[in-house]
Every structure is written in structure tokens, then in C-alpha cells.
């Protein structure tokens, strides 16, 4: 029979927050309360930031109403930090565990996270410290291992998705080329997402550059003149992390900052979007190019989520209580799709060190042969992800009002013909001499 602990809860926050993190947060409290194996449930605020200090809150008292609000609220209700622990940090934590005798520990965060995740679990093996020790995916680059995706990409995608349509009939309007720099460091699946936005042959984006495939300023300018050249006009979607031939990102170049795990900071500026904008002024004759970075935007934004990014959340956040108090495990809640034309997905237990650290890239079958564009293979995995996008209507063109004399008829012009030879004039008619009338008799008296 499985060996179940008896114990205190502590589930926290870590690295970028997304609009849904906050589901698989209330999923896993709500759960908790329904085992009694499970005592008290804290929340540390910050991350390991708040277990290191004991800054820390007790979620079992949270009314479920509030729980229900909190779940629907963007960003991390308990805030959230980028730090990797340090052999001294992990016997910190201990203690502090000890003293408040947690026994669950979920971390919510992408694959840093559930690096970190890893390292408390292993040093609890090492201290002998019974600790059940789960990571609950969340990351809107979709670059986890393991999984074919995780809690934040669809939501973010779907933001992505709606940004573009928006940008493109803005671009519609005022033509010219604009270029739009979309988070992903290794992976350019939310960069990608950027095509569900098209609706009609012409709609933008008509260019899209991901980290997967080496980027050539000579040949973007290229390819942004030959749309140009075509529509008038050009929409372009840009991972931050699209690199050179040698490997290294183009906006690395521009920031020496470095995170608590040594990747460089390439969100928080737009210097990527300003040089693309800056070359293709110097190297073209395009009049006119602008370049908006979305930043932070896409992460957070409230009021657009995907239904279907909500609920996985939430069942995430479910699933691993449920696991964590099935026996004597550890691990990270994977979501992996089911086979068929019809979505669905299931939920399995991963090992820390699968997920921890390492990330994946789009598959080669999701990128068009011409390096800028995705296929439609693309387009059906990420489509019941992200949901419907608002519909938008378009001018038909078929009603036409013609220019001012432009249905008017011109007169016909007149028919040459032969010129006539005056004609003779006749001779008067001579006049017959009048004869003389007799006078008339007088009548006899």
C-alpha cells in the first residue's frame, strides 16, 4: 500500500506570470482541502524568496468566493521571483520546513522552476525529509519538455492572435510596414500564433521570424520588399530570440542583463524592433516602418483568455494534490494530447529532471520550407488552444459608386458624309399673259 504523509501544504509562484497561473493555484488549494491528510495550507509570498523569509499566508482560510475571483485575476496572486536556489538557500528552506512541518510542496513556473523544484527535491532526499515535492507547469513560450503544452501558452497565443488582427487593419488603413516583436527566447511558438490572425489571402502577418531558423537582415529586407511590392504594404511578427547563423540572439547585441539563471534579458526593451525598423529605412525606399514591441502586454492582459488554457490550469493544480497525496511520489504534471480529430488531453506524472532546466523548440513540420511563415500543421495544433478570435467585417467593394460623369453617356458623334453639289437654281416660270375680260352687257330695262 502506498505510504502517505500527514502534513502542511505550501504551494508558491515562480518566473513570469500568465493570465491563468492563478487556476492551477485555486485548482490545487480546493483540492487540498478535500484530503485530511493535509493540514494547513500556506501560501509564500514571492516564491523561495518568501520561504526563505517565512513570509508566508494561509489559503485555507481564503473564501471559496475569493478563491474563485483570485482564479480569474491575471498575474500571481502571490507574486512570483526569479531565483535559483543556492546550497545554502535549500538549507534555509529546510529548516523553515521543518519548523512549519510541510510536508507538500507545489511550485508553479516553467522549466527554471521545476529546476528549482528538482534541487529542494533532491536535497530533501538527501536530508532524509519526507517532502513531496511537485511542479505544475505554466509558461506562455511553450518551450517545456514533456509536454504538448503548458497552462499560459493559449492564452497568451490568443492575445497574440487578436494584437495582429488588430495591427493588420491598422496596417490596412495607413499601409507602409510595421513590424511587431513577440516574446519567445528558444521557442517561437507564441511568435507563430500570430497567424491564426489571418482571415482573408492578404491579411497579415505576411512575414513571421522565430529562433528556429537563422535570421539574415539582407534577406528580411528582401523579403519585406517583394510583399511590399505586391500588397502596398507588409505586416511582420519577430521572436526577441531570433538569432544569427553562429547561434546567438540578434537583441543580445543591445543588453548585457543577464536573469538569476544566465539567460539574457531580451524582453523589457524594444531595441530589437528598433533596429529591424532602423535597417530596413537605411538599406530600402519604404517610405514608411514602424515597430511596436509587446513586452509584458502579452502575458497578464486582462479579459482575454482562452477557455480552454482556464481549464487545463485548473485541472493541473487538481491533478497534482491528487497525485501528491497517492503515495510516496514526486514529480511534474505533464498535459499530453490524446490521438483523434477531436481535442482532448490527458494529465501524467514526469520526473523533475525531464522537465527541469533544458526546453524544446517548434518541430520542423510547424515551419514553412521559405523560414518565414508556419504551416498548417501549425495552424491545427494551435487553433483549439487559443478558441475563437473576435469576427471583423470588411467593405466588399461591390457596391461601387461611379466618379462624378464616369456613368453619364457621351454623345454620338456624328457621321461624316459626302458633300452634296449645291444644287441649281431653277429658272422662275414665266407668266402667262392675262387675257382681257370683256365688260359684262347691261341688262335690257
Same mark, same amino acid.
Given at each position: 500500500m502506498?505510504?502517505?504523509?500527514?502534513?502542511n501544504m505550501l504551494i508558491a509562484q515562480s518566473g513570469g506570470p500568465t493570465v491563468v497561473i492563478n487556476q492551477s493555484l485555486v485548482g490545487a488549494v480546493l483540492e487540498a482541502k478535500k484530503h485530511p491528510c493535509i493540514k494547513r495550507i500556506f501560501g509564500a509570498l514571492h516564491g523561495i524568496e518568501g520561504i526563505l523569509n517565512d513570509n508566508l499566508v494561509d489559503l485555507g482560510r481564503e473564501s471559496p468566493a475569493n478563491l474563485e475571483r483570485i482564479a480569474r485575476t491575471p498575474s500571481s496572486a502571490l507574486g512570483s521571483v526569479r531565483h535559483k536556489p543556492t546550497p545554502e538557500d535549500c538549507e534555509a528552506i529546510f529548516d523553515m520546513?521543518?519548523?512549519?512541518?510541510?510536508r507538500f510542496f507545489f511550485y508553479i513556473g516553467?522549466?527554471?522552476?521545476?529546476?528549482?523544484?528538482?534541487?529542494?527535491?533532491?536535497?530533501?532526499?538527501?536530508?532524509?525529509?519526507?517532502?513531496?515535492?511537485?511542479?505544475?507547469?505554466?509558461?506562455?513560450?511553450?518551450?517545456?519538455?514533456e509536454n504538448d503544452h503548458p497552462p499560459g501558452f493559449g492564452s497568451a497565443?490568443?492575445? @497574440?492572435?487578436?494584437?495582429?488582427? +488588430?495591427?493588420?487593419?491598422?496596417?490596412? %488603413? #495607413?499601409?507602409? *510596414?510595421?513590424? =511587431?516583436? @513577440?516574446?519567445?527566447?528558444?521557442? +517561437?511558438?507564441?511568435?507563430?500564433?500570430? %497567424? #491564426?490572425?489571418? *482571415?482573408?489571402? =492578404?491579411?497579415g502577418p505576411h512575414l513571421i521570424y522565430l529562433p528556429e531558423r537563422a535570421f539574415d537582415p539582407e534577406r528580411f529586407a528582401k523579403d519585406v520588399q517583394a510583399v511590399v511590392k505586391k500588397l502596398g504594404r507588409c505586416v511582420v511578427a519577430v521572436s526577441e530570440g531570433i538569432v544569427n547563423a553562429g547561434g546567438i540572439p540578434i537583441a543580445a547585441a543591445y543588453t548585457k542583463e543577464v536573469d538569476s539563471h544566465g539567460n539574457a534579458q531580451l524582453s523589457g526593451t524594444g531595441a530589437l524592433g528598433d533596429f529591424l525598423a532602423g535597417f530596413l529605412k537605411r538599406t530600402t525606399n519604404i517610405s514608411r516602418v514602424r515597430a511596436d514591441t509587446f513586452g509584458y502586454l502579452q502575458r497578464s492582459f486582462p479579459g482575454v483568455f482562452s477557455e480552454t488554457d482556464a481549464a487545463e490550469a485548473r485541472e493541473s493544480g487538481r491533478t497534482a494534490v491528487r497525485m501528491a497525496v497517492s503515495g510516496d511520489v514526486d514529480g511534474s504534471v505533464a498535459i499530453r494530447r490524446l490521438p483523434?480529430?477531436?481535442?482532448?488531453?490527458?494529465?501524467?506524472?514526469?520526473?523533475?529532471r525531464q522537465v527541469a532546466k533544458n526546453t524544446r523548440h517548434m518541430p520542423d513540420e510547424f515551419i514553412a520550407k521559405?523560414?518565414?511563415?508556419?504551416?498548417k500543421a501549425f495552424i491545427d495544433y494551435a487553433r483549439p488552444l487559443v478558441g475563437d478570435l473576435p469576427e471583423v467585417g470588411f467593405v466588399s467593394g461591390n457596391y461601387r459608386v461611379p466618379k462624378t460623369g464616369e456613368g453619364a453617356k457621351k454623345p454620338a458623334k456624328a457621321k461624316k458624309t459626302a458633300k452634296k453639289a449645291p444644287a441649281k437654281k431653277a429658272a422662275p416660270a414665266k407668266k402667262a399673259p392675262a387675257k382681257k375680260v370683256a365688260p359684262a352687257k347691261k341688262a335690257a330695262k
Open positions: 502506498p505510504k502517505t504523509f500527514t502534513g520546513l521543518r519548523k512549519r512541518d510541510v516553467g522549466n527554471d522552476s521545476a529546476e528549482t523544484t528538482h534541487i529542494i527535491n533532491e536535497a530533501a532526499k538527501a536530508e532524509n525529509y519526507e517532502l513531496h515535492c511537485f511542479h505544475l507547469p505554466k509558461t506562455v513560450d511553450n518551450d517545456l519538455l497565443a490568443k492575445f @497574440v492572435a487578436q494584437a495582429f488582427r +488588430g495591427d493588420d487593419l491598422d496596417n490596412r %488603413a #495607413l499601409m507602409g *510596414v510595421k513590424i =511587431d516583436v @513577440v516574446m519567445g527566447r528558444n521557442a +517561437g511558438f507564441l511568435t507563430a500564433a500570430s %497567424a #491564426l490572425a489571418r *482571415v482573408r489571402p =492578404d491579411d483523434g480529430r477531436k481535442y482532448a488531453v490527458r494529465y501524467d506524472r514526469v520526473l523533475l521559405n523560414g518565414h511563415d508556419v504551416t
